[in-house]
């Protein structure tokens, strides 16, 4: 829940038998030695997963070790490298992974653009290839049941819709079993059943911690508190509306049904920044935003508080400086851009080949042909655009005047 330009809720105590976020009672501070069953809680969320790293970087600062770990999706990823390392060693080789990931470690781009691979007739836009390999280079051991802290990752089946617990068997396939997320990954299939990504049907798994014993739980969100679903402006946005507001009614529900005896720990990070699916440069703003968020929330706890930590002031994002071309108009600004990524990469488009899409060879159309039709491509704004520019031409002496591409004579 955004507070204002620079205030963000970094997250919130639950203190069972209450029903609510509540100061009813006000239990004894926590001591370094006191020491209950404690789980952490990993929730699913995308390439926003890297503000986990900075939570568990807190956790671990401040000493508290959990008993066992629970991960849904990319939760699931991160929950299966701490628990191989759970110490400040293995916080700083996660980070260290997820500050080299690039787009296309995770997910492979093809010749087709990722847009069109959404309407073919296949099992997933990117096969999982990418990610195993960076799972198996982070991890150090094979099985689930080899962790030195317990682990349990979540998975949905696709025989009949329900959860599965994966808590044995190798450890690699778990994780990109729960990290399947369907259309993007592929289903992966253990002990002959397909499984999907775990948070379709448990994105906080906070009842399996409990069930397991836990009374102590912190909980890692990858996004805010309170989801206020945004206005959309295609149909798919509408479908991952749909599923954002089911994923969260869950969630409530069980942080009020927190059973007597319990407590609840939530640590959050605020909507910003934004990123698509398959955007990996917010890392670095999330992991700091996750550690200091939750060294706010454990401050609050830990002084015996419940309900939501007070607000933080959270950086005032860049300013970038514009370009001659930006500042001097948007239109201008995107043929400056096209320019300059047609330079970059050696070739452009045509208009007609804009709209020819289904013929993939257009790629191998020279920059001499582009620019006998006079136009190059512009980067179009789309969260689903495979790479800048991929998906539009705008002819530059129609835009920016006759001056700006070469004479007709040269052209012939």
Do not use: K
Not at 209 to 220: C, K, M, N, Y
Not at 266 to 294: K, W
Not at 373 to 379: L, Q, Y
């Amino acid at each position: 829940m955004s507070l204002g330009p620079h205030l963000q809720l970094p997250g919130t105590v639950v203190r069972g038998g209450t029903g609510r976020r509540s100061w009813a009672r006000r239990p004894v501070p926590w001591r370094p030695r006191s020491r209950a069953r404690t789980a952490f809680v990993l929730a699913g969320g995308g390439t926003r997963g890297a503000a986990q790293v900075g939570m568990l970087r807190a956790l671990t600062e401040w000493g508290i070790v959990p008993d066992a770990v629970y991960g849904a999706s990319v939760g699931a990823v991160n929950a299966a490298g701490f628990a191989g390392s759970p110490d400040l060693t293995g916080v700083e080789t996660m980070t260290s992974v997820w500050r080299r990931l690039r787009r296309d470690d995770v997910f492979p781009q093809g010749r087709l653009p990722a847009p069109w691979r959404f309407f073919q007739a296949r099992e997933s836009v990117h096969a999982n290839d990418g990610l195993r390999r960076v799972v198996e280079r982070s991890l150090a051991y094979e099985h689930v049941e080899d962790a030195p802290v317990h682990l349990e990752v979540v998975a949905t089946s696709l025989t009949d819709g329900q959860v599965r617990w994966l808590s044995r068997g190798p450890v690699v396939d778990a994780v990109l079993a729960s990290a399947a997320l369907p259309a993007l990954f592929p289903p992966v299939t253990i002990d002959g059943e397909a499984l999907i990504d775990g948070g379709v049907v448990d994105n906080v798994p906070i009842g399996r911690a409990i069930d397991g014993g836990a009374r102590r739980v912190f909980v890692l969100l990858c996004g805010p508190l309170h989801y206020t679903p945004t206005p959309y402006r295609r149909p798919v946005e509408a479908v991952l509306t749909g599923l954002f507001i089911a994923v969260h009614a869950r969630f409530a529900r069980e942080l009020q049904a927190v059973p007597p005896g319990v407590e609840v720990v939530v640590f959050t990070v605020d909507t910003q920044p934004v990123s698509r699916y398959d955007d990996f440069s917010a890392t670095d703003a999330l992991i700091e935003a996750g550690r200091r968020n939750a060294d706010a929330v454990l401050a609050h706890w830990a002084g015996g508080h419940s309900g939501d930590a007070p607000a933080v002031v959270s950086p005032e994002p860049p300013t970038p400086t514009p370009t001659v071309a930006e500042a001097a108009g948007p239109r201008v600004a995107a043929v400056a851009s096209a320019r300059r990524w047609a330079e970059r990469v050696g070739r452009t488009v045509t208009q007609q080949e804009r709209w020819d899409r289904r013929d993939p060879d257009h790629v191998e159309r020279t920059p001499e042909r582009a620019r006998d039709a006079g136009a190059v491509m512009v980067p179009v704004d789309d969260p689903f655009r495979d790479t800048p520019g991929d998906l539009g031409t705008v002819p530059l002496d129609r835009e920016l005047g006759a001056s700006t591409t070469p004479a007709a004579d040269e052209r012939s």
